[in-house]
């Protein structure tokens, strides 16, 4: 059974940096597309970025495309969220999911996703 384990959370200033980690135990990253989602205080949780399982197309939401850059490390089965300029409304839990897939991945139909991790806490602040 696929294991997703998050970290990388924390807290940070306006205008910093985290990297988030998502490790994916049970299976190969190579057949599974691994989606980012994030949920913040008395909101629905929204898609940020994919990645494919060949992890050559990812996506991004229009909210984090320049400042978010999705990408793998095959050996360490494990997918990673970079996430840089963060701003306050970037707060909030985030979660990696997958789906096993050969083909593109989405991040607007969060049911699509198999396996889910149980998150890790993002505060952007001052």
């Known amino acids: 059974q696929l294991q997703l384990v998050e970290s990388g959370g924390g807290l940070v200033q306006p205008g910093g940096s985290l990297r988030l980690s998502c490790v994916v135990s049970?299976?190969?990253?190579?057949?599974?597309?691994i989606g980012w989602f994030r949920q913040a205080p008395g909101k629905e949780r929204e898609g940020v970025s994919c990645?494919?399982?060949?992890?050559?197309?990812?996506d991004y939401a229009d909210a984090v495309k320049g400042g978010f850059t999705i990408s793998r490390d095959k050996a360490k089965n494990t997918v990673y969220l970079q996430m840089n300029s963060l701003k306050p409304e970037d707060s909030g839990v985030y979660y990696c999911?997958?789906?096993?897939?050969?083909?593109?991945?989405?991040?607007?139909?969060?049911?699509?996703?198999?396996?889910w991790g149980l998150g890790t806490q993002v505060t952007v602040s001052s």
């Open positions: 999911a997958a789906k096993r897939s050969n083909g593109a991945c989405n991040f607007y139909r969060q049911d699509w996703y198999e396996s």
């Open positions: 049970g299976s190969n990253l190579d057949f599974y597309a």
């Open positions: 990645l494919s399982g060949s992890g050559i197309r990812p």
